[in-house]
């Protein structure tokens, strides 16, 4: 375009400072990559390709800490999504995105865009999506503006999912101070798909054609990818032309065009990629990249919504619901065919070139000419500070918390309405759960499960993050993320085979932040490797910051498990008078970063306890295969609330109720030691139960006819309806979302 | 008895019907596209939900103008069986083949979950049921409300065509409780909420099957069926 800067002038006005390159990226990009001043359009690509967001330059070095591989995994971090071996030449394939930045400015779209985004990620990969979870972090619900980022963000992933017929089987939210300003949307999406459907990312074969599919190209999301690279100020406002709008019809349509293509036409089609953060530029040079290949591309044949855009606007604009295939040549009209069925657009817009250039025409001009690597593999890596911050070393210079409580029966009826505990089914009651009708269990449970259709088997899968632990102590809470959500699987019967991540964090400029990152990767790792749930993919979020201060470090886990027979599904809640309950784990002092010390004292501090993942492993080997056995006939995992909460909602929604007696006190009734299980066992199955187990469980009382919550502890009792803690539980966040502020 | 279940753009319980009459009802089922025109060789439709071509506009309006319309109209017409669950409902409605007219859910919100639900046996879609008998199903709009004017009220509880009424709770402020209809002639059932989410015990809930049962069940016995 006539109005765009000459390169001598991008030089001098230094407009890249604004797209997010530092003085230093582009002196190297000038010197020493291209050897030339790059021009505008070469400008913004390097902009947004450079961004953290695509090419993960600050937290590469954590990342690579994560081990990838296992017996198991067919594809690894790098592509859409992971894809990991179920048996029956089938796969499940999985990624977890965030998308907090524009979930801030616009929480409807935001949030609808995440789960569109990660849905196409899946189906990329030539498998059929089979559920949604989301992980959501908002401040506490006591602002205006809160509840609408919750309504709105709510709203959005139902709008989204509900229409695209993908059920939103499980998930978290949470509520903590640090999240107002900058609330966490991470969506997750499952995929199943038979091996020899596999697709890659990868554009080889001179002369094949490059080929656009979907909806237009307008100027929606320009630098989407840089934006969510940046902190916040106040100017938030302005910000907004930066988010996508969402259109889950079309992408309805793509999906299924998309999946008959790679089940039913593979050899038409070479790769495919979803075109997400950065748009065109990264689908495509990605899809380049990886082949070693080279891409020439002639703009002027992208569908476009708008008129007079120029090839910046392409190459940027993040419009959604948008694929990439590279596609055999003399199969384009093939490929056309499907696709117009769908009433879809596929365009061929360039073809695989020799070489390895990335050669862009628009108007009859060469906008862009850069070697292919220069935008995916020679970004500048800059080796990042660590600082331990301060209120670390001085928690580990104090003692810690430890609370008093006189009356552990208010104080569990009180911590069953705190908005991180209480009943969530205001929010996942709006999100279609059923859909496919393979859903075995849905929301509200430990992780969800669905069947898979034709076998015996289904799939396990959570979400978890725990900010305040991670906050206390990275390298632990790291340790506790991938634990709880090991123990979800493992409670609903299945086997956790890998996991995913959203890394959630402040400026990684921060050495404290970027401290906070790599010991808490660490601390993941280790589980990882204990655990055997490789790290199959994943997405980093940095600079979630709202004027300065960033949130809780947040890596939130997204694991998903292998039920083996699905008759053996286990269920979260109690099942028959008479049933004993055991405690799997031991219960310590484990009182810093809990439910309780924020309920008590409004805050949380101290330090954590280490945790022994290989106990925590051996119990849970023993547990799953007792449970693979029959002889388990509930069990739910311990967390927010500990002990206290687990045994009471164990009894929500039955006619049941429990008496329990436990050499435990009240205080430690409500800690959060991670790693431990309630399990309920039929009288029957009680020796062979014990047998598998080896002792290192609790008898500590049985299942009630009665509806009533009876717990004998060292110091108290408690004991109180189950109908009326359930409707504290189920009323608290519909009542503080209705309250005035 | 074969069964069609037609596809529209959007629709995405599709699968949901198809399993359940293939897979737990073992009967002869086949997708029909929304190009199609006809409906030559079926013996029951069956209509989906989901949200047919986005349902960006009022809820089954674009769907009624698709290709395979006039054949729905005409099967119906001939006294076949339609079926249609949710959006089906909906499209059902706006093609003039069921009276009112679904509305927005009078929490402005989408609803997911089971509700109990009394069935009316007297029509070919539950003749299975015990009458007045006391199920549970799923539901899953946006858009569930049913509303007509008190004239056709008065026409579906004089006609006994009212299949199902929310019996506990009334979800989305339907009038009289109306969970499903049928038309004057007995043979178009409409309803809000999902039966064939509710065919299999690993599911949780088999309070659907009866409903495809009573289809399977009224291509076996001759004479009018209400």
Not at chain 1, 108 to 132: C, H, K, N, Q
Not at chain 1, 498 to 516: I, Q
Not at chain 1, 628 to 642: N, P
Not at chain 2, 95 to 113: T, Y
């Amino acid at each position: 375009m006539s109005t765009e800067m000459t390169p001598q002038e991008i030089k001098e006005q230094k407009p890249y400072l604004d797209w997010g390159l530092t003085q230093k990226e582009y002196e190297y990009i000038s010197e020493k990559l291209l050897g030339r001043l790059p021009n505008y359009t070469e400008t913004g690509l390097f902009s947004v390709m450079w961004s953290e967001h695509c090419s993960y330059k600050k937290s590469k070095p954590a990342l690579r800490l994560f081990p990838n591989k296992n017996e198991r995994v067919l594809q690894g971090p790098g592509e859409g999504a992971g894809i990991v071996d179920i048996g029956d030449n089938q796969a499940v394939v999985f990624k977890a995105e965030s998308h907090n930045h524009p979930s801030a400015v616009e929480p409807y779209e935001g949030a609808a865009t995440g789960v569109g985004g990660i849905l196409r990620d899946i189906f990329s990969m030539g498998a059929r999506p089979i559920a949604s979870l989301d992980s959501l972090h908002f401040g506490e619900i006591n602002q205006a503006r809160t509840k609408y980022l919750i309504n709105e963000v709510v709203a959005g992933i139902g709008g989204y999912g509900n229409c695209m017929g993908i059920p939103t089987v499980a998930g978290e939210t949470t509520f903590d101070e640090c999240y107002t300003g900058n609330p966490l949307v991470n969506a997750m999406s499952v995929g199943l798909m038979d091996q020899k459907d596999m697709q890659k990312g990868r554009a080889v074969g001179v002369g094949n054609a490059v080929m656009y599919v979907g909806a237009k190209t307008g100027r929606d999301g320009i630098h989407g990818a840089t934006f969510a690279s940046a902190d916040f100020a106040d100017d938030r406002e302005t910000q907004r032309s930066a988010v996508q709008v969402g259109d889950p019809f079309m992408e309805k349509l793509l999906m299924e065009a998309c999946l008959e293509l790679t089940s039913a036409h593979a050899e038409w089609l070479v790769g495919i990629q979803d075109m997400g953060a950065a748009g065109i530029v990264s689908s495509s040079c990605e899809m380049a990249s990886k082949a070693k290949s080279g891409m020439e591309l002639t703009l002027d044949y992208v569908p476009q919504r708008e008129s007079n855009m120029s090839a910046y606007e392409i190459m940027l604009s993040e419009s959604q619901e948008r694929m990439l295939l590279c596609v055999r040549k003399g199969h384009e009209e093939d490929v056309k065919a499907i696709f117009k069925d769908y009433d879809l657009e596929a365009v061929v817009i360039g073809r695989v070139t020799e070489g390895h250039r990335y050669l862009l025409k628009h108007q009859g001009k060469i906008v862009t000419d850069i070697p292919v690597s220069s935008l995916t593999d020679d970004v500048l890596e800059e080796p990042s500070e660590q600082k331990i911050p301060q209120h670390i070393i001085d928690a580990e210079n104090s003692s810690n918390w430890k609370p008093q409580i006189d009356n552990p029966t208010e104080v569990l009826n009180r911590i069953l309405q705190q908005a991180t505990i209480a009943s969530k089914e205001s929010f996942t009651q709006t999100y279609d759960s059923q859909v496919r009708t393979s859903t075995v269990v849905g929301p509200g449970s430990d992780a969800g499960v669905i069947r898979v259709r034709g076998t015996k088997k289904a799939l396990a899968m959570t979400t978890d993050g725990n900010g305040r632990f991670v906050y206390l102590n990275p390298e632990i809470g790291g340790k506790i993320a991938v634990i709880e959500a090991c123990a979800n699987i493992i409670s609903s019967g299945g086997l956790p085979l890998a996991m995913t991540d959203c890394l959630n964090y402040g400026d990684p400029n921060d050495p404290e932040v970027y401290w906070e990152l790599y010991q808490s990767v660490k601390g993941m790792t280790a589980a990882c490797n204990v655990f055997n749930t490789p790290v199959i993919s994943g997405n980093v979020s940095l600079y979630n910051e709202n004027n300065g201060k960033a949130i809780f470090p947040t890596p939130m886990v997204g694991m998903v498990g292998l039920i083996k027979n699905v008759a053996y599904t286990i269920p979260s809640f109690v099942q028959a008078e008479g049933d004993i309950i055991y405690l799997i784990g031991e219960t310590k002092a484990d009182y810093s970063g809990s439910e309780l010390q924020k309920m008590l004292t409004g805050n949380i501090s101290g330090s954590l306890n280490d945790v022994d993942l290989i106990e925590i492993s051996n119990n849970m080997q023993k547990l799953l295969s007792a449970m693979q056995q029959g002889y388990v006939a509930s069990c739910h995992d311990l967390s927010e609330g500990g002990l206290a909460v687990a045994l009471a909602e164990t009894t929500f929604k039955t006619d049941l109720g429990l008496s329990v007696k436990m050499a435990l006190n009240s205080a430690e009734l409500f800690s959060e030691t991670p790693g431990r299980f309630v399990v309920t066992v039929s009288p029957d199955k009680k020796e062979s139960f014990e047998k598998v187990m080896e002792g290192n469980i609790k008898e500590i009382g049985q299942v009630t006819k009665t509806p009533q919550l009876k717990m004998k502890l060292s110091d108290n009792e408690i004991e109180v309806a189950v109908e009326e803690m359930q409707q504290l539980w189920e009323e608290a966040i519909p009542c503080l979302m209705k309250s005035k502020d | 008895m074969k069964f069609a279940v037609i596809v529209f753009p959007g629709s995405n319980c599709d699968i949901d019907l198809y399993e359940a009459l293939h897979t737990v009802c073992h009967a002869d089922v086949q997708y029909v596209s929304h190009k199609e025109k006809t409906l030559a060789g079926f013996d029951a439709v069956m209509i989906p939900g989901g949200f047919s071509y986005g349902d960006y506009l009022r809820c089954g309006a674009i769907a009624r103008f698709a290709n395979i319309m006039p054949a729905i109209i005409e099967f119906a017409n001939a006294g076949k069986p339609v079926f249609g669950t949710c959006n089906g409902f909906q499209i059902l409605t706006e093609a003039g083949l069921l009276p009112g007219a679904l509305k927005q859910n009078n929490s402005l919100k989408f609803v997911c979950k089971t509700v109990a639900l009394e069935v009316n046996n007297k029509t070919m879609f539950t003749a299975k049921y015990q009458d007045h008998e006391i199920i549970n199903l799923p539901i899953a709009h946006a858009d569930g409300s049913y509303y007509a004017d008190e004239e056709v009220l008065n026409e579906l509880e004089e006609n006994n065509q009212i299949a199902f009424r929310y019996a506990k709770e009334n979800p989305n402020g339907s009038l009289h409780n109306i969970a499903g209809i049928t038309n004057e002639r007995g043979n178009v059932l409409g309803m809000m909420p999902h039966p064939e989410r509710a065919v299999e015990a690993l599911l949780g809930n088999e309070d659907g099957l009866r409903l495809f049962k009573s289809i399977l069940l009224g291509s076996q016995v001759t004479g009018e069926m209400r």
